[in-house]
């Protein structure tokens, strides 16, 4: 008896899910090279993640660095901002990967 999960063995379906997969690694590797920045305190505290939301660099204005407890307030805020703008970015590349296979909206 074959296995039903075997994707060698799904005729068409098998081949698509191995390219969809293939393009999923793809992706994954081209948004881990792409940086986003996010911001808190009109830019007094900024930083830097890339697509596989990994913090790459913090900024932080000598303005802020005094006062400990505000530049732990901005760093949070801008951390956040440059995560949800990666995940945001992944998102649309995943939205434009997906479109054609008819998924109910709000999957990717």
Avoid: W
């Avoid at 390219?19 to 830097?48: P, T």
Wanted: glycine content about 16%; cysteine-free; overall charge negative.
């Amino acid at each position: 008896m074959s296995n039903p999960f075997d994707l060698a063995n799904m005729g068409g379906m098998g081949g698509m899910l191995g390219g969809l997969a293939q393009q999923m690694e793809q992706m994954k590797a081209e948004a881990a090279a792409q940086e986003v920045e996010g911001s808190a305190g009109g830019g007094l505290v900024r930083v830097v993640a890339t697509g596989a939301l990994e913090v790459v660099a913090v900024h932080i204005d000598p303005k802020v660095a005094a006062d400990t407890e505000m530049l732990e307030d901005l760093l949070v805020v801008a951390i956040n901002d440059a995560l949800q703008r990666a995940q945001g970015q992944m998102a649309q590349s995943m939205q434009g990967m997906l479109g054609g296979l008819g998924l109910p909206p709000g999957m990717f």
